[in-house]
Structures are given as C-alpha cells and as structure tokens.
C-alpha cells in the first residue's frame, strides 16, 4: 500500500520552468522505478519520464528529453520532475507512478502498481 500525492503544476509561459514533486508514503519498495506520465484531454496516458531506485538510470521521452529532469530523494520518499523550456503541448495532468518490482516495460502505464491524483501543468503561448 503506497500513497503518492502530486503538487506544483500551474499556469507557465511557454519557455518558462515549474518543479513537479511527488511524496511516496505508506509501505516502501527500496528496489521501484518510479516515473511521470501526462494525459491531456481526449489522449492516451504517456509516458514522460522514470528513474531506477538508485537514481542512477534514467529513461525520458523523446519530447521532453534534453528539458526535463527526473530526480528522486529515496531518504525523504519523493520524487521530482524539473520542466524546463515548456511548450504548449505539454500541458497535461501530470502524475506520478511507482512500479514495485524491476521490469524492462518502465514505460508502459500498465506495469506500474501505484499512482498519484495527477496535478495540472498548462502552458499558454
């Protein structure tokens, strides 16, 4: 049983920065993948970016890579997402997700054992 509560999405200009956070509780998994999905209206839930427990392998998508960072703090159970240099077309609810068990699949949603509420991130042009 694992509780993940998103927050820090808004309103951003294109080209600005917002920090998502994500703070795990309940039962730990020293040995998850955690990852950020978004879902914007009328679309599939995608993946945006995960990162191994040790922090030390990281994936993102082709979209976000080179202006997203995902970091993860496992001593205080959070999980972070820098957005950088936003478009438009990331506006999205963005959530957190926590995959217990290793697996090849970290971006497939369905892989994934527990999930945030989403938070909200628009961003106007």
């Known amino acids: 049983q694992v509780q993940l509560v998103e927050s820090g999405g808004g309103l951003v200009q294109a080209g600005g920065s917002i920090r998502l956070s994500c703070q795990a509780s309940?039962?730990?998994?020293?040995?998850?993948?955690m990852g950020w999905f978004r879902q914007a209206p009328g679309k599939e839930r995608d993946f945006v970016a995960a990162?191994?427990?040790?922090?030390?392998?990281?994936d993102y998508a082709d979209s976000v890579k080179d202006r997203f960072t995902i970091s993860r703090d496992n001593a205080k159970n959070m999980l972070y997402l820098q957005m950088n240099s936003l478009k438009p077309e990331d506006t999205a609810i963005y959530y957190c997700?926590?995959?217990?068990?290793?697996?090849?699949?970290?971006?497939?949603?369905?892989?994934?054992?527990?999930w945030g509420q989403g938070t909200q991130v628009t961003v106007s042009s």
């Open positions: 990162i191994r427990w040790s922090g030390s392998t990281t």
């Open positions: 309940g039962r730990t998994y020293t040995t998850s993948t």
């Open positions: 997700a926590l995959l217990r068990r290793w697996s090849i699949r970290i971006r497939t949603p369905s892989e994934y054992d527990d």
